[in-house]
């Protein structure tokens, strides 16, 4: 996976291990709140470097000028956004990418934005620590496929 990439995960993980110590269940369920947003962010983030990464290496830079402008405005990355954005750029890429993501996988995208947009609006969220760590898991190992599609 890019470098860059690879920096964003470790700072989760530690964040991630950080919080998992945690004893008060307030603080530890704020904390999570905090880190589904990250973990959100991180989804969006990835996604925009490794397409970035990819053109860059085959567009011209007014092309990939405009690419880059196109991604920067992407956020909150569900599972039926990244499909179609990988379809954008090869419906292969789209279609290798559905069959291969598991309903666990899609799952964490779709959760993981939905409970970012619960969190940044005031609204009332469930999600505990563990499972926003299955979430992650899960997110990891999709981002890992999309790494290996677009290669």
Request: aromatic letters at 8%; hydrophobic letters at 40%; proline letters at 1%.
């Amino acid at each position: 996976m890019n470098q860059r990439i690879t920096s964003e995960k470790q700072k989760l993980d530690s964040l991630f291990k950080t919080i998992s110590v945690i004893k008060n269940q307030e603080m530890k369920s704020h904390l999570t709140k905090y880190l589904c947003v990250k973990v959100s962010c991180f989804v969006d983030n990835a996604l925009k470097i490794l397409l970035t990464d990819y053109t860059s290496k085959l567009c011209h830079p007014n092309i990939l000028n405009f690419i880059n402008i196109r991604l920067k405005k992407l956020i909150n990355l569900k599972e039926e956004t990244i499909f179609q954005l990988l379809g954008s750029f090869n419906p292969d890429w789209a279609k290798d990418f559905r069959k291969k993501l598991s309903d666990e996988q899609k799952n964490a995208f779709n959760s993981v934005v939905a409970n970012r947009h619960n969190i940044v609006h005031g609204g009332s969220v469930d999600i505990t620590y563990v499972r926003l760590k299955d979430y992650y898991r899960d997110i990891i190992t999709g981002l890992e496929i999309i790494d290996n599609l677009i290669a």
